[in-house]
């Protein structure tokens, strides 16, 4: 029997023969876990949260941070939240998604709505409501479980009355959530005023670096699909697991260093 599963994905994941694959994926941990052994998970701020992936986690933790600089934290967050799992403690669970849709740019969070929510979200952390996660979406998923969710988790009243807080906030202030496009012509009107030229490049090959990634990402995804069947079985294959999940985390590293060179 396994204690218990953590889950690091990104949670926006689309595919063509399932509409949620992140919430068959979690199935599939409850599934080798147990209906007793906790489920958590850490995901991406941009994800869709489904009612599936809910359902069969005991808390989802999302970053806080766009750009993404806090995953490291978010995972230390996740091991002290379960240890508490470990220890017998389970919370509440409030889901809430709002039919808003927001533009990824309008998704930073160093200021604008979405900055708001999370803080206020994170203020009232404590004992009792120990998890706040705000997920904005990625909206070019196109899936019908998409837009603003908020999640929290706890005992007693506190943390359902601040999810409702929260889901009013955003409806209220679901203006600032709207960005004003240019217009192709005045785009067109402002590089004339601008621009001394146009140069347009014949690109006929990718460069080494971006080679290399699009290796990367076809590697990552055959041993993805290796992976998925052998999680059914977790103990039996829990050594070829762990081979594979260091050879992903390996071209994410390899991946990162590259964008950053």
């Given at each position: ?8 994905n990104?949670?926006?994941m689309?595919?063509s023969?399932?509409e949620?694959p992140d919430g ?6 409850r599934?080798?876990a147990?209906?007793r052994?906790p ?5 991406d701020?941009?994800?869709n949260?489904?009612q599936?992936m809910?359902?069969n986690?005991d ?5 806080r941070t ?7 934290e ?15 403690e ?7 998604r709002?039919p808003i849709s927001?533009p990824t ?8 709505a ?7 979200g994170?203020?009232h ?13 990625f909206v ?7 837009g ?9 009243d506190?943390?359902?009355?601040l ?5 009013e906030f955003?409806?209220?202030?679901r203006?600032?959530?709207?960005v004003?496009?240019?217009s192709l012509d005045?785009?067109?009107d402002?590089m004339?005023?601008t621009?001394?030229?146009?140069i347009?490049?014949?690109?006929k090959?990718f460069e080494a670096e971006?080679r ?15 992976a998925?069947?052998l ?5 039996r294959n829990s050594a070829r697991?762990?081979?594979i999940?260091?050879?992903v ?7 990162d260093?590259?964008?950053e060179?």
């Amino acid at each position: 029997p396994l204690d218990a599963i953590y889950i690091c994905n990104h949670g926006a994941m689309t595919a063509s023969g399932s509409e949620d694959p992140d919430g068959a994926l979690y199935a599939l941990a409850r599934e080798a876990a147990g209906p007793r052994a906790p489920v958590l998970s850490t995901v991406d701020l941009h994800a869709n949260i489904t009612q599936r992936m809910v359902d069969n986690a005991d808390c989802i933790v999302s970053y806080r941070t766009n750009p993404h600089v806090d995953r490291r934290e978010r995972g230390a967050e996740a091991a002290a939240l379960l240890r508490r799992l470990l220890a017998g403690e389970r919370w509440e669970k409030t889901f809430i998604r709002m039919p808003i849709s927001p533009p990824t740019v309008t998704l930073l969070t160093a200021r604008g709505a979405y900055a708001d929510m999370i803080k206020e979200g994170q203020r009232h952390i404590g004992p009792e409501l120990p998890v706040v996660s705000i997920l904005g979406s990625f909206v070019f998923g196109d899936v019908r479980e998409g837009g603003i969710t908020i999640l929290t988790y706890g005992k007693g009243d506190k943390p359902r009355k601040l999810a409702r807080q929260l889901a009013e906030f955003a409806w209220a202030e679901r203006e600032r959530f709207r960005v004003k496009l240019t217009s192709l012509d005045d785009a067109i009107d402002q590089m004339n005023k601008t621009a001394k030229a146009v140069i347009l490049f014949d690109i006929k090959a990718f460069e080494a670096e971006m080679r290399t990634m699009g290796d990367g990402i076809v590697k990552a995804t055959a041993l993805t699909a290796e992976a998925m069947p052998l999680l059914r079985e977790i103990a039996r294959n829990s050594a070829r697991l762990h081979e594979i999940a260091r050879e992903v985390i390996s071209i994410e590293d390899e991946s990162d260093r590259m964008q950053e060179a």
